[in-house]
């Protein structure tokens, strides 16, 4: 059974980089049909997709944090792992990583959603 | 458009069906999922596609989609059901949306 786990600094001052790692157990990081993501929500408020790499190592990003996102790879760990520049306290939420999974038909990938998800980790931007 | 709207609090007395929406122009290219949480808890896949669920899902949870709508059906929603329940989807560059979430509550 895979799982996914969040661990990081749970404390990130203003204006610098946050920074988070996700574990992936139970199964190898780089099996095909699936790929990897962050998705966050601040206290009180709805999900938000933040980013994912694939297992090729290329990544798509929200176009509202583009700037200021790495998500990468590294499958000797089978880790993923996410940076977040110029933090401010907008960027206090629980980080949660997750796995995608492509669901398929007769005629190919039909459908993707997140099967499996960590506990999340509390983020707090402040000084 | 690359929102996906959802009505914020849903009520259902106990045993009844209730029927979560969700609507966004990403819908007529890519079909949603559907998503439980509850209090202090990661989110948990119960619907995805055309009406799948996850092994060890319920089958009170139901979706269908039609047009820029998705729904969640619960049909004979327990207490256990209440919770916040969030669509997802993509956009024309396949990134992910999720809507902004539906609180139920089961009266």
């Known amino acids: 059974q895979v799982q996914v786990k969040e661990s990081g600094p749970g404390l990130a001052e203003p204006s610098q980089t946050l920074s988070l790692t996700c574990t992936v157990s139970g199964g190898s990081i780089s099996t095909a049909g699936y790929y990897w993501s962050w998705i966050r929500q601040p206290a009180g408020k709805g999900l938000e997709w933040i980013g994912r790499?694939?297992?090729?190592?290329?990544?798509n990003y929200n176009p509202s944090l583009r700037s200021r996102v790495t998500v990468s790879l590294d499958t000797s760990r089978n880790q993923f792992s996410l940076k977040l520049n110029s933090v401010t306290a907008t960027d206090t939420a629980v980080y949660y990583c997750a796995r995608a999974r492509y669901y398929y038909d007769s005629t190919g990938p039909a459908d993707v959603a997140f099967d499996i998800w960590g506990l999340g980790t509390m983020v707090t931007v402040s000084s | 458009s690359s929102e996906l709207t959802q009505d914020p609090a849903v009520s259902v007395a106990l045993g009844q069906t209730v029927t979560i929406t969700c609507q966004g122009d990403?819908?007529?290219?890519?079909?949603a999922a559907w998503y439980q949480q509850k209090p202090g808890q990661a989110p948990v896949l119960v619907n995805y596609?055309?009406?799948n669920r996850p092994s060890g899902i319920p089958d009170r949870f139901s979706g269908s989609n039609s047009g820029n709508t998705a729904s969640l059906t619960i049909t004979g929603a327990q207490a256990e059901d209440e919770a916040d329940y969030y669509c997802?989807?993509?956009?024309?560059?396949?990134?992910?949306?999720f809507g902004g979430g539906t609180k139920l509550t089961v009266l």
């Open positions: 596609g055309k009406n």
């Open positions: 997802e989807s993509r956009d024309t560059s396949a990134n992910h949306l």
């Open positions: 990403s819908l007529r290219h890519f079909s």
């Open positions: 790499v694939y297992t090729s190592g290329s990544t």
